[in-house]
C-alpha cells in the first residue's frame, strides 16, 4: 500500500514553521501520512519506521544556505542503516530570503545523497519568505502549491515547485526590517544594539 513518512528536520522542530508546512501537506495529501520530528535521540526508531512506508517526505528550513545540522546527523544514520526498500525522497523547503532559489543548494545536497544512497529522488517545493509568508495574506500561495506537491507525489508524477510573496525585494526588506525592529523593541533592544557585531 502506497503512504508517506512525513520527517520535520527543522532544529525546533515541535515549534517549527516546517510543523505548519506538514501539517498543510497531510490535510491535501491522498496517502495515508505519518509525522515525526526528528531529533537526536530517536534516529534508529524512525530509521526502522521508514521501512513502513513507500514515500519519505523531508520538512526542513534552510540554515546557512544549506541543510540543517539536525538533518544532516540523520542522514548519516540513514546511510548506515538503509530499509531493505527504499521509499521515494520528496523535499519541502523553507527559507527566510524572498528568492525560493536561495534553497538550491540544499535541495542539490538532497539529491546528492539519494544517488549515492539509492533512493528515488521524487518532488521538491522550495519556499521563499518562508519566516514570514504564514503570518500574511500571501499564506494561500503557499497552501496552494503544497496541495500541488502532495498530488505530484500521490500520483507520483514527480515535479519541482517554488512560491514566495508577490511583493518587490525593496518592499521585503522594508517590511523585514521592521518586523526585527519591533522584535528587538519588545526584548528591550534597540536598533542599533541589534546592529552591533558585539556579541554577549
Not at 501520512?33 to 523531508?58: A, D, G, R, V, W
Not at 517590511?175 to 558585539?198: C, D, F, P, V
Request: net charge positive; glycine share 4%; aromatic share 12%.
Amino acid at each position: 500500500m502506497e503512504n508517506i513518512i512525513i520527517l520535520n528536520a527543522s532544529p525546533r522542530a515541535p515549534k517549527s514553521n516546517s510543523k505548519t508546512y506538514a501539517q498543510i501537506f497531510q490535510k491535501y495529501s491522498k496517502l495515508p501520512t505519518e509525522y515525526f520530528n526528528i531529533n537526536k535521540l530517536n534516529h534508529m526508531e524512525i530509521c526502522n519506521k521508514i521501512k513502513q512506508f513507500s514515500q519519505l517526505l523531508f520538512v526542513f528550513p534552510l540554515y546557512a544556505d544549506s541543510i540543517p545540522v539536525t538533518l544532516l546527523n540523520f542522514l548519516k544514520t540513514l546511510e548506515n542503516n538503509p530499509p531493505k526498500n527504499k521509499p521515494v525522497i520528496s523535499v519541502l523547503i523553507n527559507c527566510g530570503f524572498i528568492e525560493p532559489e536561495q534553497n538550491d543548494t540544499a535541495v542539490k545536497i538532497m539529491k546528492i545523497f539519494c544517488k549515492q544512497n539509492g533512493y528515488v529522488f521524487g518532488s521538491v517545493l522550495k519556499i521563499g519568505s518562508g519566516e514570514a509568508i504564514l503570518e500574511t495574506p500571501f499564506r494561500f500561495f503557499v497552501s496552494r502549491k503544497i496541495k500541488k506537491l502532495a498530488d505530484s507525489v500521490s500520483k507520483k508524477k514527480f515535479c519541482e515547485l517554488k512560491v514566495t510573496m508577490p511583493i518587490t525585494k525593496k518592499a521585503f526588506l522594508k517590511a523585514s526590517e521592521s518586523y526585527w525592529i519591533n522584535y528587538g523593541r519588545k526584548n528591550g533592544l534597540s536598533k542599533e544594539e541589534m546592529q552591533t557585531l558585539k556579541i554577549e
